[in-house]
């Protein structure tokens, strides 16, 4: 009886601290059952399939290589194509920091105090932005949008089917955990420490850190008190969003998606990790990463990196071209590549061909069929995802690119763009590019 | 006439110990002009310059040689309009001088020349140079005055003083900078205008100092001014004004220039910008669109690319790419990477040809491509060590070291 009682009051907590508000209402476009015959496969999970075959149905992969074909299959014949997993950016701002880049869309970063663990990206998201049709130009089937860096919790990330739609709740990934935002070094302490506020300086930062995850141990404490409580007239905890989203981090239901540049930042925030007992799961920019490439790897940690930026501020001052090569090279390794630009989403298969190639240069031996995990099976698994998307295996959605050819290069283009087996690009067909609200109507008197 | 002839002997000392002579066999050698490509090509240096281009040429005894074994050699690249070398770290504003603002003048400046505050030694010019780039704009950026500031083309090869070409004068005309007078870029006009008629007649409101008008003379005389504008409205006011001043006008930006491109082939302005510009960033570019340079190209007007970076200067590469991908012929984007920015800033011809200077590259393949990587480097003739502060870093953190790393340091 008893063991009943603290089921029901553990659902009553959980409903009131982790159920899912803003529902997804996601719901996938009309599909026919598809068979890709003759392509260049590159499935994700490491493997390529020369002149090989791929079903999708009812919205899923239905096999890869060989299997039956439905009577009402639509056969394309797709020799000379590459088809690839939808690619999937952990980082973007679009949305949140959409085009036109006007103050009035500035809705990335709550900036008013180095704690906002409240907030979530997906109240800022403009489902019009512009670059959510340029991103799935360039075969973005899944993306993370995530709170700017201006504190050291941002808040809450939220994962996104890459569909046109006039609401975010009807882009949002089913069943995909939120992120939750934090971020080291310089941003937080440059933009609280020129208003001679705390944090000014790291250890300022980490003080900060630590403090919010006491206050969020004990928020957890609270309300598992509430819950042992046998009393009739017990009263739960007062809500605290704040607390809500650090307790969820704490617990692995919210992943945490970790801003920093440094190695020994890095090192730092692991073992504040260890500290707290939670887990980070992806360091994001991590121009340093390839100095604590084993020790990511170990940790089971990824990093989410760019090809070629760096020197843009101090602490990006180490950054090389090889670093998405070299964090990849351990065994157990979980290399990203992310874009953090409304540029780089549109084209992050050239952003993972001269990560490649820089890696090649400098001896090592990485083929498009390993590469391509960095932005679809890796990058799944940062979001949480990766039981879903990610790869092209029997079963998961069949989010997938075809591509004009080898996509590992400045001349490859994405043809076509599947998402739940939906085709929803055709860069052959006008009628499917979807052109946002804001765009249209502008330039009228301008012939193309 | 003493001095002519210490000029003459300066010049054979140079000539002697420079003297390093070099063979490239066997290489797809786009030129960077109208001959476009030579398959097979053997090229002799000597004396840093390009002696001779053929096939199955005798290469000279005890000359160093490199197989291209059928890759690609093009001139060096253009790194675009960027700050290299007028900037460390970009958030460390003591090591950046690509601007100024609030100055003790009211007046506009634009004898500021930001090439006194060039540094070859910046780590930024080797990391540059090794993605094989050889030669770059350095630009002065928008301060809070509608004239930036002057510059010019820079060689990347570590020189103190290694300018050429004529002055670069920069102007901002974009939304975002007439914040810096009272709102309306239609100011910028206004005080450009008054500017050019103190160059002329004298003005009771002085906008420049001596030197000021100085410095705008020359360029108006035999410069060039680089409009960064994006809007089409705003490319056609430029090119009133270049007619109106008589003067040589380069568009940078310029993201809406293809629905103009007539407009600006008749002007024979050409257009320095980003091929992956195709988001509406803000009101002045809502025509962004991929295909701007093979449009502008096929009117007729000259193409350059600039990424807008400084860090990742090398970038500009993987635009000349896109810009291929999007309809532009190959041989215009080799051209735009490596003859035209020299034309067009009067800097030395660039192409590979018999007896030009020897600054080329040796690529993996495709020198479009982000696949490929420049695999060796050619500066004045000479082999570049392809050795930079990242290769270094590099090199440091790929090999396991029983010792800490800072006891990884390369002879």
Known sequence: MRGVTTLISLAMAASAAIAE?????????????????????????????????????????????????????????????????????????????????????????????PVTAEVWAEHSVWPQDPGFTRALAGGITTLQILPGSANLFGGRGVTLKNVPATTYQAMKFPGAPHGLKMACGENPKRVYGSRSKAPSTRMGNVAAYRTAWIKAQNYIDEWAAFEASEKDDKKPPKRDLELETLAGALKGEI????????????????????????????????????????????????GALWADWWGFKMEAYDGIQENIALVDRPEGSCSIVHSDSDEGIQ?????????????????????????????????????????????????????????????????????????????????????????TDFELGQLLEVSP | MRRTVT???????????????????????????????????????????????????????GVEVIDANQQPVTPAFFAGATVSGLVEVSAVSESADSDYEALYTELMHPEFDVRMAYNPHS?????????????????????????SGQGGLVRLDGGYDSFEGKPALFVDLSGYSADNVGGSRAAHWMLLGQAFDELERGAELELLSPRGRTALRDVANDGIIVFNVNRATDIMQVIKFAKAHSVQAVIHGGREAWIVADALAEASIPVMLNAL?????????????????????????TVMFSSGETHNARKVRQLAGNAVANGMPKQAAIKAMTTTPARIFGGRERSASEGKVADLVLWTGDPLDVAS???????NGKPDPMISRQTLLRDRYMDRSPLPRAYSIPD
């Open chain 2, 373 to 379: 990587v420049a695999q060796q480097v050619v500066i």
């Open chain 1, 347 to 435: 084209r992050l298969n050239q952003e993972a061909a001269k990560a490649m190639a820089k890696g090649n240069a400098a001896g090592l031996s990485i083929t498009p069929e390993h590469a391509i995990r960095w932005i679809t099976a890796n990058a799944a698994k940062s979001l949480g995802i990766d039981d879903k998307t990610g790869t092209l295996s029997a079963g998961k959605m069949a989010d997938i690119v075809i591509w004009n050819q080898n996509p590992f290069s400045v001349y490859a283009k994405a043809d076509q763009v599947y998402v739940d087996g939906a085709l929803i690009f055709d860069r052959g067909n006008k009628a499917m590019q979807p052109v």
């Open chain 1, 21 to 113: 508000p803003f529902p997804s209402t996601y719901k996938p476009l009309p599909s026919n059952p598809t068979v890709f015959t003759g392509a260049t496969i590159l499935t994700g999970d490491g493997n390529r399939i020369d002149g090989g075959n791929l079903l999708v149905a009812n919205g899923i992969i239905g096999w890869v290589g060989t299997g039956e074909i439905p009577d009402n299959a639509l056969m394309i014949d797709a020799s000379g194509k590459w088809i690839t997993p939808g690619i999937i950016d952990v980082h973007s701002h679009l949305g949140v920091y959409p085009s036109p880049d006007v103050r009035a869309h500035s809705d990335g970063n709550e900036a008013t105090a």
């Open chain 2, 277 to 301: 510009d195709n988001l509406p960033a803000n009101f002045d570019s809502l025509g962004s669109r991929l295909d701007n340079a093979a449009l502008l190209n096929a009117a007729g007007v």
């Open chain 2, 7 to 61: 000029a003459i002997v300066l010049g054979l000392v140079t000539a002697v110990v420079s003297a390093q002579d070099l063979v490239i066999t066997n290489a797809t050698l786009y030129t960077g002009d109208d001959t476009n490509v030579i398959e097979n090509a053997d090229i002799i240096i000597e004396n840093g310059r390009i002696k001779r281009i053929g096939q199955d040429l005798a290469v000279p005894e």
């Open chain 1, 255 to 302: 992943l945490v998606h970790m801003h920093c540049y440094r190695a020994d930042e890095m090192m730092t925030v692991l073992d504040m990790a260890e500290e707290f007992g939670y887990r980070v799961g992806t360091f994001h920019h991590g121009v340093e990463a390839y100095k604590i490439a084993d020790e990511l790897a170990a940790n089971g940690v990824c």
């Open chain 2, 123 to 147: 780590s930024l010019i080797r990391i540059t140079r090794i993605e094989g780039f050889s030669y770059a704009l350095l630009t002065a950026t928008s301060g809070d005055r509608s004239i």
